[in-house]
């Protein structure tokens, strides 16, 4: 939208030109930069004022592509780098009066959250070097239109496999995507190095996001699932995630031919009903350590010292956010009631 | 000489290289979009026509086994009359590309339409006939081009509204209703249709409608089960085009009828309501729309 309200001031860089489509409509231009290769990124960052680390990727490549980054932007000039990292550095946020600059959980189990925690590390040495302002920013799940904790849940609410752990009363921990770019303007604008935490002022529990989106597509929560939060069981997608980040695995599919890889991945739906319109709504529930983890989450994401810092600068609300992500929703197809109005209007 | 020559240059160059090959007396299997617009599209045909040799276009649904069995399940009436129909493809666009030429109006000619487009529209016209375009919307800003798009079409057989999409993991799929029944069918599928009379539990029908997969006149023919088989099946059949006089699937006047659609379609674009955005937001989309600035520069 900035782009839109006119700023030529805003460069995307992407490192490949697939990634040009999705903006192509705005008619900007953007520079080519590959995170993981210092000198492309030192082209494609100069000149900058300040550089906005948004990279993604295997989580193996977190802490080089954040080094490369650093040090493009320590040699464009720029003033700061803002760097986002995630609340999973913390793992499960378990107590009330958790510091905001609390240092990230190394022994996690998940791969990327490690992966944020050793590169948050890294910047936390680089900031003492005060070449530059660096400013580390960990939201919460960023949701709202686009976002795929809107996307996985609506989806598994509408083909009924969504679920709630325990009494869906583990707090979900969000960050609309609008206020987090708020967010990021401020810090630009008067940046103060250190690590802040950034979320939705509403505390929401994991059974108020998923009534209220159910509510909105149309969805009866009693047939959402209820999983005991006593203890997670590793189910058969965690395990196949687990062979999946294995080497030989990763080796094994680097060498499969597209055309293989496409028909195997068809005959795994096929097996397994997977994208069939949504019309039977009795899928069972897959779940996932992630998903337990999150929704097992005791506490609120602190945020004091950001607002103490930057200021409040959160606009919307969680019935705004949520408003939005229903229009998205809707305009991507998911609400099936969408397309029996839409034959209506056609009729009529 | 080669005998066929493939052109899967940027669509702004289509007919220059196709004219080039028909001149050195080759064949031509153009990719889609078969040209950026009308008057290309019929310089192609004429230098094809004026070369007295092949000319293809990769609108490689056209192979698609679903397609076969729903047009034969439209001919025989099993989903009635009164038919009505949403298109939406969309995804986060994700195809490997050297350059940046598909993106820019000058070298591709548009965006998403021109791309998905190109194929959903010549899909709809070989089940419903020829598209008229009713009313067309885009998010295309200044000088960019569409990522979002959304087409009211009336077809003979039909009418209904595609969605397509660069950006957003649209809801892939086609869904017929008529009178007596409904039929969905997915690009991914490229073999089977999901089908039911009103009041009836949905029917998987999985095609056994088959293709020639060499050159031999009486070689092997298979059900595509893939999209690549289904792009090795349209170059197989091109060059027995080429080899045996036979119809190629899709011909010169298929792409130039999907390039008159798109060109309605950039003759009167509106801003596409994006429903996410605030009243604000809203208002600089319709402000910054290309109509609006070309209306200004002309």
């Known amino acids: ?348 | 000489m080669p005998d066929l020559v493939i052109v899967a240059s940027p669509p702004g160059r289509h007919a220059e290289h196709a004219a080039a090959a028909f001149a050195a007396g080759s064949n031509v299997l153009c990719e889609k979009p078969m040209a950026a617009s009308v008057a290309d599209a019929e310089h192609m045909l004429g230098a094809a026509r004026h070369s007295g040799r092949v000319l293809a276009v990769g609108l490689v649904r056209r192979m698609f086994p679903s397609l076969v069995e729903a047009r034969a399940l439209l001919d025989a009436g099993a989903l009635g009359d009164d038919l009505r129909f949403s298109y939406r493809e969309g995804l986060v666009y994700s195809w490997p590309v050297s350059t940046d030429a598909a993106f820019r109006r000058a070298t591709a000619g548009g965006g998403v339409l021109m791309d998905f487009g190109s194929h959903a529209l010549d899909f709809l016209a070989a089940l419903f006939g020829t598209p008229a375009v009713h009313a067309y919307a885009d998010d295309a800003y200044g000088d960019g081009v569409e990522t979002n798009c959304r087409i009211e079409l009336a077809l003979p057989r039909a009418s209904g509204v595609v969605q397509l999409s660069w950006s957003q993991p649209l809801v892939t799929g086609l869904h017929i209703v008529g009178s007596k029944g409904e039929l969905t069918l997915q690009p991914s599928r490229v073999d089977s249709v999901r089908w039911r009379r009103s009041g009836e539990s949905w029917r998987t029908l999985k095609s056994t409608v088959a293709w020639p997969t060499d050159l031999r006149r009486a070689g092997e023919w298979r059900t595509p089960r893939t999209y690549y088989d289904c792009i090795h099946a349209q170059l197989v059949q091109a060059l027995r085009a080429v080899l045996w006089g036979e119809p190629v699937p899709a011909t010169g006047e298929n792409g130039l009828a999907v390039a008159q659609v798109i060109e309605a379609c950039y003759r009167h674009p509106d801003p596409l309501r994006i429903p996410w955005l605030t009243p604000e937001e809203q208002a600089q989309t319709q402000h910054r729309h290309w109509s609006v600035e070309r209306s200004a520069a002309a």
Not at chain 1, 138 to 152: A, T
Not at chain 1, 241 to 267: F, G, I, M, N, P
Request: charged share 20%; glycine share 8%.
């Open chain 1, 1 to 348: 939208m900035a782009i839109l309200a006119g700023r030529a001031d805003v460069v995307p860089v992407v490192r490949s030109y697939k990634s040009v489509a999705r903006n192509a409509n705005l008619g900007a231009p953007h520079r080519l930069g590959d995170a993981m290769r210092a000198e492309s990124l030192e082209r494609a960052l100069d000149g900058c004022d300040a550089v906005v680390n948004l990279t993604t990727g295997d989580p193996s490549e977190i802490v080089r592509t954040t080094k490369n980054v650093y040090a493009a932007a320590v040699a464009a000039g720029a003033r700061v780098l803002v760097h986002l990292s995630s609340a999973t550095v913390y793992g499960q946020i378990e107590r009330p009066d958790l510091p905001d600059d609390a240092p990230p959980r190394l022994d996690h189990w998940m791969p990327y959250a490690r992966q944020k925690g050793l590169a948050e590390n890294f910047l936390r040495e680089r900031m003492a070097d005060g070449r530059l302002a660096i400013v580390v920013l960990r939201p919460g799940l960023v949701w709202g239109p686009g976002s795929p904790w809107v996307l996985g849940p609506a989806n598994d609410l509408v083909r009924g496999g969504a679920y709630l752990v325990g009494d869906g009363s583990g707090i979900c921990n969000l960050m609309y995507v609008d206020d987090l770019v708020r967010s990021i303007h401020a810090v630009v604008a008067r940046p103060v190095t250190g690590f802040y935490n950034v979320a939705d002022d509403e505390t929401t529990t994991w059974r108020t996001f998923y009534g209220a989106l159910a509510a909105g597509l149309g969805v009866n929560m009693n047939a959402v699932h209820r999983v005991s939060g006593d203890r997670y069981r590793a189910g058969l997608h965690d395990r196949l995630d687990a062979v999946r980040s294995l080497r030989a695995y990763r080796w094994l599919k680097d060498r499969l031919a597209l055309e293989t890889r496409t028909a195997l991945k068809l005959r795994l739906a096929e097996l397994r009903g997977g994208d069939e319109p949504a019309m039977s709504g009795t899928r069972s529930a897959v779940v996932t350590r992630t998903f337990w983890d999150l929704q097992t989450t005791r506490c609120s994401l602190p945020t004091s010292l950001f607002r103490a810092t930057f200021g409040h600068q959160n606009r919307g609300s969680f019935a705004s956010g949520l408003a939005a992500s229903l229009a998205w929703l809707r305009f991507i197809g998911l609400d099936e009631r969408a397309f029996a109005h839409e034959l209506d209007s056609q009729a009529s």
